[in-house]
């Protein structure tokens, strides 16, 4: 019954330097997605990808990239963090048809940059 | 590009009220519109969807509205319990993937 599986929960990070946020999730969905939600903002999409070996942009996909490993898992790097990236940071997936998106999200990973 | 919006931001009621959550968007065009439920420190629980020939939808003390023509749905919470706190958000699905508006973070007071 576990869903959608984020690590890390938390993360301080310095300017500068690197991490990978990982996501998993147990239902065979196809479709997987990084999202980041920011006081006064809502969600933004980061990167998705609608099948296993393919990954797209989002709203905002500048400063990282995405690894669609296998169906199951779907991981966002961060190359050189940057303080303007302290976020929450949610993984989802579906597997509805491209009108029809009922997401299902991970717990969140809570990221600060300083 | 898709907007939607939420108002209020933050709502406080006592225990055993109804209440109504508002979320407005401003293109008409859309798929479907989802309301989710985050609690704090949580991710997102998708509560109800609307598709877009649909008018309402209900799931026990839950009813959600959709009026695509003047890009309004509401969340109609019947009997208000302490447990209903957490923050509301609605979600389009156009042709885009979908928008988030910002959420009406709810506190039910016993």
């Known amino acids: 019954n576990a869903g959608v599986t984020q690590t890390p929960k938390f993360q301080v990070l310095k300017t500068g330097q690197s991490m990978t946020l990982q996501c998993a999730q147990d239902m065979n969905h196809n479709s997987m997605y990084w999202y980041r939600q920011d006081p006064g903002m809502g969600l933004r999409l980061i990167y998705y990808?609608?099948?296993?070996?393919?990954?797209d942009k989002g709203e905002v996909p500048n400063g990282y990239n995405v690894s669609r490993l296998n169906k199951r898992e779907f991981s966002l790097r961060l190359e050189s963090a940057a303080p303007s990236q302290t976020s929450v940071y949610f993984c989802?997936?579906?597997?509805?048809?491209?009108?029809?998106?009922?997401?299902?999200f991970g717990s969140g990973t809570q990221l600060s940059v300083l | 590009k898709q907007e939607v919006t939420q108002i209020p931001a933050a709502l406080s009621v006592p225990e055993g009220e109804n209440l109504v959550l508002n979320c407005s968007f401003t293109d008409s065009a859309i798929y479907n519109l989802q309301w989710f439920r985050q609690d704090p420190g949580k991710g997102l629980t998708s509560l109800l969807l609307?598709?877009?020939?649909?008018r309402e939808q209900t799931s026990g003390r839950l009813n959600a509205s959709l009026d695509k023509s003047s890009g309004r749905s509401t969340l109609y919470i019947a009997a208000s319990q302490p447990g209903d706190s957490a923050t509301y958000l609605c979600a389009v699905k156009g042709f885009q993937k979908l928008v988030f508006g910002t959420g009406t973070r709810l506190l039910v007071s016993p």
């Open positions: 989802a997936s579906s597997d509805q048809g491209p009108t029809v998106e009922k997401l299902f």
């Open positions: 990808s609608a099948s296993e070996g393919t990954t």
């Open positions: 609307i598709q877009s020939s649909q």
